[in-house]
C-alpha cells in the first residue's frame, strides 16, 4: 500500500518540476544588457508583467530571441528597434514619448481631469440645496410634521 502512495504522489510532483533558463554569455555587458532588455520588454500575452517575470511561452521565445541578437552582436537600440517594428511600442514596459505613445502617457492624466471636470459641473448643480425655506414653507412643514405625529 504504500508503494502505491509512493507511485501517486511521484505522478503528481513530475508535474511540478520547474525550468530552469540558464544563458551563458562570453561578457559581463551582454548578460547585462541581457537582464535590463528582458526587464523593459513587457510581455504581450501577460498583464502588467516583463518578459523577464512572466512563464509564457512567448516569453520564452522574446528571451531566447534577446539572447540570440546579442549574441550577434546586436546593439540595444537595435533589438529595441526590431522589437518595436515587429510588436508596436506596446512591447516596451515604458514606451518612448512621442506622438504615437501620447495617449498612453496622457490618457490616465487625461481620465482624471475628465472625472474631476464632472464632478465639478454635477456638484455646482446641486448647490441649490443650501435654499433656506420660506415662513409659509416653514409653517407649513410645521404642520404636516404635528398631524403626523398625531395619526
Do not use: H
Amino acid at each position: 500500500m504504500k508503494t502505491l502512495y509512493a507511485l501517486i504522489l511521484s505522478l503528481f510532483t513530475y508535474q511540478a518540476q520547474a525550468e530552469i533558463e540558464y544563458r551563458d554569455f562570453k561578457q559581463p555587458e551582454q548578460e547585462q544588457a541581457y537582464q535590463t532588455l528582458i526587464s523593459e520588454l513587457r510581455c504581450l500575452v501577460c498583464q502588467n508583467q516583463t518578459i523577464a517575470d512572466s512563464n509564457a511561452d512567448l516569453a520564452k521565445d522574446l528571451r531566447r530571441q534577446v539572447y540570440e541578437m546579442l549574441q550577434q552582436g546586436k546593439s540595444r537600440q537595435d533589438i529595441v528597434d526590431f522589437m518595436t517594428d515587429r510588436y508596436g511600442d506596446f512591447v516596451m514596459y515604458k514606451p518612448a514619448l512621442k506622438l504615437k505613445t501620447m495617449l498612453l502617457w496622457l490618457g490616465p492624466v487625461l481620465f482624471l481631469v475628465v472625472g474631476l471636470a464632472t464632478v465639478w459641473v454635477l456638484r455646482s448643480k446641486t448647490g441649490s440645496s443650501d435654499e433656506q425655506l420660506t415662513k409659509e414653507q416653514q409653517a407649513k412643514l410645521n404642520s404636516i410634521l404635528e398631524k403626523g405625529d398625531d395619526a
